[in-house]
Structures are given as C-alpha cells and as structure tokens.
C-alpha cells in the first residue's frame, strides 16, 4: 500500500508538469498568440469551441509552425474540417454506451471492463473518438461518481481485469490514482489494472516516482501508451517509459492510422522499431480511425491500412509489429484487419503466400 508520507515525498516533481499545463493551450483564448494566420487562427478557434482543446507547452513546442501539415500540429490544433460530419459518422463510435450497465463502466468483453474515472485529459486529441463525451460530460474524479462501478466489478467475479480509460487517468492526482488502486486491489478476483494514457506522449513529466507509487500494489499494470509519430519520441517520453519499466509496469503502445500524419510505411517503420528499441514498448494495435464525426479528413480506406501493415510485416521483426484492427461501431469488438496469406485449401494441402510474394504449397501433417 502507498502512504500518504510517500507521495507527499515524491510531490515537488509535481510542479513541473504542472506549470507545463498551466503555460500550454487550455481555452480557446490560449489559440489567439499561436504563429497562426488569421484565417488559420479564426478556424482553429470554431473549432475549438465545438470541442475541448488543451495542448501542454512541452507538446506544443514539437510543432514545426513554418508547416501546415506538421504531423505534431495536425493531431492537436483545431482543424476547420473537423466541424463537417460525413454520414456514416456516429456520436459513439463504437458503442460504448449500450453496454454501460452501471456510469462510467464499460463491459463489453467477458473478463475485463473500461472505467472512467475521469473524462478530463491533459492533451485533447483532435481525432479522438470520445470527444463527443469528453465535450459534453467534462467531469473529474469523485470517490461517489465511482461507486455504483466499482460495486459492479465487485459483483461480477468474472471479470479479471479493469482498464482505466476516459478521459485519461494519469491526469488525475497521485491521491486520487493511489484510492482508484486500493479500491480495485481490494477485489480479490481482479488480476490485471491496465492504463490507457497519452500523458507518456504529451506530457511526459507527469510520470514522477509519486505516480509510480501511487500505482503499484498487489495487482500487475500494463500502461498503454499512445505514441502515433516517431517525432513524439523524445528524451523526455524515452525517460517516462524508462521510469515505468522499471517500475515493473508491463508497456504497450497504440497508435491511429491517420492520414497526413502517419500513413507513410516509412513514418511507421520508424515509430514502430524505435517504440520497442528504444523506449521498450511493444506496438500493440494499430487503429483504423473510428467513426468519430468530422474526421473523415483523417481517415484512410482499409485497403490503404492493409497495404502499409504488409509492407512493415515485411521490413520489421514480429516484435516490432502491431495488429492492425478495425474497432467495430455497436459493440462489435477490435477485430484484425490484415490482409490474410492464404490464398486456397484443398484437403491437407494449403497455398499460403509467403512475404516474399511467393505462393507456397504447405501440407498438414498431424497424428491420426
């Protein structure tokens, strides 16, 4: 269990990543002294008002502002073709709210759960799927707002592991991370306590040894990073991830195929090899874009997707590779996307395209 001695002792880190908020973008007012056009600089504001936008300053320092299309920027300042919704795009993208049997709780898959303990972030992405939510609720961590949860994960001996999403978690104070923690520790049955965090990306100095601690306890955590362009890949993410790792904390990383960011085979091979060469995190999933409204500007076609994951298969080791996967809208689940190599089957005999391009004839052999 973590103290209240300790995290006092890990909390003067805290104005760090404090003070990195505080001098970013956190209101629509902040857009105003960016080196954007006027024209540029009136749309980001409509934008903007339609929906949240915070930029921490370490964030916002990435951007090449002398390029339109810096991938830096297109992730994070407001877009005027964000505010054109295509039909086909949906509020919830896929489905989070039919299978809400309790607030801010998700049960989607048998043996783990989504809970929100917070829809507030430290950087809102432009493409994310939930900013409908994150717009409209914009509510913070309450120990009451949790209870009907976490007296379902309770209820329900199932369920083995619990994600935290939102929203994202590391936003919250050490405090507050550290009862979310001893709360779920206390199920027995819960094995797992999975994170789904941008902070390692966007504002890597929140990772301190009091947000360590504030997370560490009887159950094993994996933390989810969100790392979608190598230029993201700075010392100071190298560092969080370092400290994390150590920590014993298991890392994974997802990344959106997005377009005019990282549809580029070469921008994911890099992003892809350097995630687990350098900062020790496996690439996990690669997105296609949800249907999230006003981001059909952002979203490539499947055939596009399946193309550059068999490029990657073909110039990077498994390790480095993620699943390339399609969240499915009504709850239908993360389901591969990748183009498959079998070409046939005839009795034992398969035909399977090797990664050289080659057709190949494999036959079974197994006992009678």
Known sequence: ?????????????????????????????????LPL????????????????????????????????????????????DELVSAEG??????????????????????????????????????????????TSIGRGYTREA?????????????IREVILTGGDPLSLPDKALAEIRAR??????????????????????????????????????????????????????EAACRTMRLAGFVLLNQSVLLKGVNDDVEVLEELCRELIYRLGVKPYYLHHGDLARGMAHRRTTVAEGQAL???LRRRLSGLCNPTYVIDLPDGGGKVPLAASHIEGREGEIWRIRGQDGKLREYREVVAG
């Not at 949790?146 to 199932?158: G, M, Q, R, S, T």
């Not at 999975?194 to 933390?223: E, W, Y």
């Open 1 to 33: 269990m973590t103290s209240d001695a300790n995290l006092k002792e890990a909390a003067a880190p805290d104005a760090t990543w404090q003070a990195d908020v505080r001098e970013g973008v956190r209101h629509v007012r902040d857009l105003a002294p």
């Open 37 to 80: 056009s006027p024209a540029e600089r009136a749309a980001a504001q409509e934008a903007a008002a339609a929906h949240k936008v915070r930029v921490p300053k370490s964030y916002l320092d990435l951007i090449d502002w002398n390029d339109p299309h810096d991938p830096i920027r297109a992730q994070v300042i407001p877009w005027p």
């Open 89 to 134: 795009e949906l509020d919830d993208p896929i489905g989070d709210h039919a299978f809400s049997p309790a607030p801010r709780l998700t049960h989607r898959h048998a043996d783990r759960v989504l809970l929100f303990p917070t829809y507030q972030c430290a950087v809102y992405c432009r493409f994310c799927f939930r900013k409908e939510s994150l």
């Open 146 to 158: 949790l209870e009907p949860a976490l007296a379902y994960i309770a209820d329900h001996p199932e």
């Open 184 to 237: 779920l520790e206390a199920i027995p049955h819960l094995r797992l306590l999975r994170i789904h965090t941008r902070v390692p990306v966007a504002l890597p100095s929140r990772v301190t040894a009091g947000m360590v601690a504030a997370l560490q306890g009887r159950l094993m955590v994996s933390v989810v990073t969100h790392f979608n362009h190598p230029r993201e890949l700075t010392q100071a993410a």
């Open 309 to 311: 994951v068999a490029e």
